[in-house]
């Protein structure tokens, strides 16, 4: 019996230890702006993404974008931080304004951000400095982004709620 409880106390530390290590090597990628690290890095993320979409859209600061694939016209859903103010959602650019989700955004002109239990219509994709965005975050928000560097982010206007969840 011992030796069970060890077997997954021991394989508990060791997914903790991976997660702690993978979690400061996408802080040192960011932070780094190294174009070789943050491909590594977007290349990882879209494995990663998978699951981070079971969770995505609950909460008021991690949500999903809905994008339609520029070339493929396929229907993708990409996990972001993000926050609504008013009438508009903001999402940082950890990685520069080089994403998928945003060009295909930026050509579409328009998509869905499901945040806080919310499928919102959102339109002009706008890239702009990060200190135009800062004040309107929230103070978790904002100190994940000086964490991570970001310098830039994206600003949606909202159009309407095309869903509304009573979870």
């Given at each position: 019996m011992h030796r069970i409880i060890r077997a997954v106390a021991c394989g508990l530390v060791g997914a903790?230890?991976?997660?702690?290590?993978?979690?400061?090597?996408?802080?040192?990628?960011?932070?780094?702006?190294?174009?070789?690290a943050l491909a590594a890095l977007k290349r990882w993320n879209r494995h990663e993404n998978r699951f981070w979409l079971h969770f995505a859209g609950r909460s008021a600061t991690f949500g999903t974008?809905?994008?339609?694939?520029?070339k493929s016209g396929r229907e993708y859903r990409t996990p972001v931080s993000a926050y609504r103010s008013a009438d508009t959602v903001v999402i940082p650019l950890p990685y520069g304004r080089d994403v998928d989700w945003l060009r295909n955004l930026q050509a579409a002109g328009a998509g869905v951000v499901d945040l806080a239990n919310e499928s919102l219509q959102v339109e002009e994709p706008a890239v702009q400095d990060i200190s135009g965005v800062l004040p309107m975050l929230p103070p978790a928000l904002r100190r994940r982004i000086r964490l991570t560097g970001a310098r830039q982010a994206v600003r949606l206007r909202v159009t309407g709620v095309l869903l509304q969840s009573a979870a």
């Open positions: 903790l230890a991976i997660a702690a290590a993978s979690w400061l090597a996408s802080i040192v990628a960011i932070r780094s702006h190294n174009p070789r974008v809905h994008h339609l694939g520029r």
